[in-house]
């Protein structure tokens, strides 16, 4: 089934836009992705909702009617006429035009909307800055209850990798810390116009209630993964101790590994997320001792 297709390609002429490939312009155009997309979000009538990057609008209009409010970010002002037709009947519905990576996601945007004390967010993301939007979504100081985004297959494998695959790196520990991930659907590139030359997955955000873990130092901990996940092919204790900048020694890691039960030649891609909290708060003791 298609998006009103008729509908976009005309609206799309009749603006005169041809897509940016550099904005990541891949415009959806099968319906049925679409409202799997939004189904994902399990959106409400009381909700307030996100959308990074509206490009024609194919999105925006099946999530206005499901929501109480849509705000959509769009960064290329050509579209804002196209955007501003093709959603005229809807009076919920707030356009932001700006790179969404500048904006401040609770004074630019949350603070405008103080009746709601939540949010989601569901995109087809641009992909060249896909990490960078789920970063800046999940560690900012309110983040969406659910998010729902279109991104490269790859990058969605790696999110949604455990220990031991091969594509479990620190993307994966870093972002299952903040919620748990779930695979949505992967998408074939004949569903967007123009066709992307990589094949997309849908993936959904839910944010832990508490952390899963705890952890003594936060900054460190995400060092230490990035850390451990630097010489992927060499031993975590090497990885470590070459590129952590706290001092540590290869042997002082190998002790820690011992003392969690592990061998002392295991590689990073092994480690769980609770092993990785455990290993950074024991790297943390013995740089606060060393200081002392
Ligand atoms: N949501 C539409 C759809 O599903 O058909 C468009 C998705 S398209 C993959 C990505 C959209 O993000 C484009 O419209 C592009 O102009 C916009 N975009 C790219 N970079 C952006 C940025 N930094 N901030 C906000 N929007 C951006």
């Known amino acids: 089934m298609k998006i009103n297709e008729d509908n976009m390609f005309f609206m799309m002429s009749k603006h005169q836009i041809k897509t940016v490939q550099s904005l990541g312009q891949n415009f959806l155009r099968d319906k049925n992705t679409a409202l799997k997309i939004i189904e994902a979000a ?3 009538k009381d909700d307030l909702v996100i959308e990074v990057g509206m490009g024609a609008g194919s999105l925006s209009k099946l999530i206005a009617p499901q929501c109480k409010q849509l705000v ?16 005229s009947d809807f009076t919920n519905v707030d356009i932001i035009h700006d790179d969404v990576l500048k904006l401040d996601i609770i004074n ?14 569901i995109a087809n993301l641009p992909y060249y800055i896909t990490t960078a939007v789920i970063m ?39 972002v299952n810390y903040y ?13 967007f116009v123009p066709k992307p030359a990589v094949n997309s997955t849908v993936l959904q955000f839910t944010k832990h209630e508490n952390h899963i873990v705890t952890i003594a130092d936060r900054q460190l901990f995400f060092k230490v993964i990035k850390s451990a ?10 990885s470590v101790a070459n590129t952590l900048d706290v001092g540590i020694l290869k ?37 606060i001792n060393k200081e002392i």
């Open 136 to 174: 800046k979504f999940i560690q900012c100081d309110k983040p969406p209850d659910i998010s729902v985004l279109m991104m490269q297959k790859e990058v969605a494998d790696r999110i949604v990798a455990g220990p031991g695959s091969k594509t479990y790196g620190g993307l994966s520990v870093i």
């Open 251 to 287: 042997s002082e890691i190998e002790s820690i590994l011992m003392e969690m039960g592990l061998d002392i030649a295991i590689r990073g891609e092994k480690l769980s997320i609770e092993q990785f909290a455990t290993l950074s708060d024991a790297i943390y003791e013995k740089s």
């Open 179 to 191: 919620c748990n991930t779930k695979r949505v659907m992967n998408v074939s590139p004949n569903c």
């Open 108 to 121: 630019d945007i949350l603070a405008k909307y103080p009746e709601f004390s939540s949010y989601k967010v």
């Open 229 to 238: 996940f630097a010489q992927r092919r060499k031993k975590l204790s090497n």
């Open 42 to 44: 399990n959106l409400t």
């Open 72 to 87: 959509g970010i769009e960064i290329d002002k050509r579209l804002l006429p196209l955007l501003n037709e093709t959603l």
